[in-house]
């Protein structure tokens, strides 16, 4: 894996385990496990831990998801333009995906004691907002969907959802921080996409399938080039006693917000 201090490169592993953080020396200021897995068509991943929460998302490609004595196969042949599914237990819930046909997965935990009901997100109870219409010609137009956070979910620790940003766009903007650390995990249409991600002062070259590790109380606005459609999910981690609620906006550029 090619990293730097806040920004991986990273390469699926001949298993197709593909780690970007983790809570023991994987960028654990992020206090999150987060881990892409490329599954071929059949073969199984299973999850059961005693002491994490844990929500699976289905990046791409089709899979049978199985917890407890549920189950649902779902199919997504695209991230950028088809629905997203995501499951999320709590601990000492097993859990099984197989895939059918192949299939990429996200999987994001952290310790939680809480115990609830797990919950399948699929495009009928997923909340989906697109912002920045109207503004700036377009040029920060983005959709939003978000599977749980604060407002859904009080039990978790955890935020997870997806943005999708139209070619040529900007997202997080204009510039906010939040002392929560976050990860994004960046998807294109095409393998040849790219962009970058702004750290406060530094930039980062965005490609398919790199991510971001955003500590608290940095600026993080990002752009993908004209040509290349973006997805990216986003993971924030809530303090204990202080969840992730609100954006605090780069001051020198909040007077953006009026137009």
Request: proline share 8%; net charge negative; glycine share 8%.
């Amino acid at each position: 894996m090619q990293t730097t201090d806040e920004f991986g490169y990273p390469d699926f592993d001949a298993n197709g385990v593909m780690p970007l953080t983790n809570t023991r020396d994987l960028y654990p200021n992020m206090l999150q496990n987060i881990t892409v897995h490329r599954l071929a068509d059949g073969a199984v991943w299973e999850w059961n831990s005693q002491t994490e929460e844990c929500a699976v998302l289905l990046v791409e490609g089709g899979a049978a998801f199985t917890w407890g004595e549920d189950s649902r196969a779902v199919s997504r042949p695209s991230c950028i333009n088809d629905p997203a599914y995501c499951l999320h237990v709590c601990q000492n819930t097993p859990v099984r995906v197989t895939a059918r046909g192949g299939c990429e997965i996200l999987v994001q935990s952290t310790p939680n004691e809480r115990t609830f009901p797990a919950v399948f997100y699929t495009p009928a109870n997923t909340r989906c907002d697109t912002f920045g219409q109207g503004q700036f010609d377009g040029k920060a137009q983005r959709t939003v969907r978000t599977f749980f956070d604060i407002a859904n979910a009080p039990y978790s620790n955890m935020v997870c959802g997806e943005i999708l940003i139209p070619q040529g766009g900007w997202s997080s903007y204009p510039p906010h921080e939040h002392p929560q650390p976050e990860v994004y995990y960046y998807r294109f249409g095409h393998p040849n996409g790219f962009g970058a991600c702004f750290l406060d002062d530094t930039a980062y070259k965005i490609r398919d399938r790199s991510f971001a590790a955003v500590p608290g109380g940095k600026y993080h606005p990002q752009v993908n080039a004209p040509g290349y459609p973006m997805m990216y999910v986003w993971m924030i981690r809530h303090f204990e006693g202080y969840p992730w609620t609100e954006r605090n906006f780069q001051p020198e550029h909040q007077w953006l917000l009026e137009q």
